[in-house]
């Protein structure tokens, strides 16, 4: 299986400055060993840590999700995509979208978008968790992987996602994405789109 | 992404149509058509395969018919 990566920058909290990281179109097996050894134990003992500083931790609404199951569940199914970042020597977040969704929003309904399945930060780049975060920019770099795959594969840059109530914001405000509101069909999770135009301004508005 | 390889297809007049009607439906060229055909056959059949079943509901009755996958 061949693998591409580009090279892409995170904003380093700490040093106040960009750096390197590779964004690549798998998740392989380095990411599902960092995501067990690394990601969980990070995770687990995040909250134990708040907890003990008398601070109830920000119920973290992925904390269910096995990496590890889905990749297998998708293993060589042409209708899934995965992503990844790695920084530093470490997975920095991990996408996985499907293909065969179609659009909602009256103006592109039933066109075919990038709907995205999971998308996840390391823990420690989660300022609910880990305050300063290590890095930013993870998320918008996974978002605009999926805007860039929408238009590589013909659909425009149209995406779709429902979104964990925690990151409604990021998706409505900080990607422009359209809400189209809970979905009774999707664990009553606020269902977001992109249109070809919001994903052109999307990509042309400079990120941090 | 990854590299791609060209091949020659033979359709008839009418299947012709119905992709040049889906490609205009779905915005998408003749090329991506084919591949997001591809995509949902291979998933439906690896599903099926794994014993689930196919299912058309319909919206207003809420009335579901199976689809038979060969």
């Given at each position: 299986m061949s693998v591409n990566s580009w090279v892409v920058y995170l904003f380093e909290v700490e040093s106040s400055q960009l750096v390197e990281a590779e964004l690549r179109d798998a998740i392989l097996e380095d990411q599902l060993e960092d995501w067990e050894n690394h990601w969980q134990p990070e995770l687990w003992s995040a909250m134990l840590r708040l907890k003990a500083q008398g601070v109830w931790p920000v119920k973290q609404e992925s904390a269910h999700w096995n990496w590890q199951d889905k990749i297998q569940s998708i293993r060589s199914l042409l209708a899934y995509r995965t992503f990844c970042i790695t920084c530093g020597g470490m997975t920095q977040g991990m996408m996985q979208v499907d293909l065969t969704k179609s659009a909602r929003i009256e103006s592109q309904k039933g066109k075919p978008i990038v709907y995205i399945d999971y998308l996840e930060n390391a823990p420690w780049n989660r300022p609910t968790l880990n305050?300063?975060?290590?890095?930013?920019n993870v998320g918008t770099l996974l978002i605009r992987a999926a805007i860039e795959l929408s238009r590589a594969e013909g659909f425009k840059g149209r995406i779709g996602l429902h979104s964990l109530p925690q990151s409604n914001n990021f998706y409505a405000s900080k990607c422009g994405m359209t809400d189209l509101g809970p979905d009774s069909d999707c664990q009553n999770l606020r269902y977001f789109e992109m249109t070809i135009d919001q994903a052109r301004s999307f990509l042309e508005v400079p990120k941090e | 992404m990854t590299g791609k390889r060209t091949m020659t297809l033979n359709l008839t007049d009418a299947e012709m149509s119905a992709l040049e009607e889906l490609s205009a439906r779905k915005d998408l060229n003749k090329t991506a058509v084919l591949r997001q055909a591809l995509r949902l056959y291979q998933l439906i059949e690896a599903r099926v395969e794994a014993g689930e079943k196919l299912y058309f509901e319909s919206e207003t009755t809420r009335e579901k018919a199976e689809v038979m996958f060969l």
């Open positions: 305050n300063p975060a290590r890095y930013r | -």
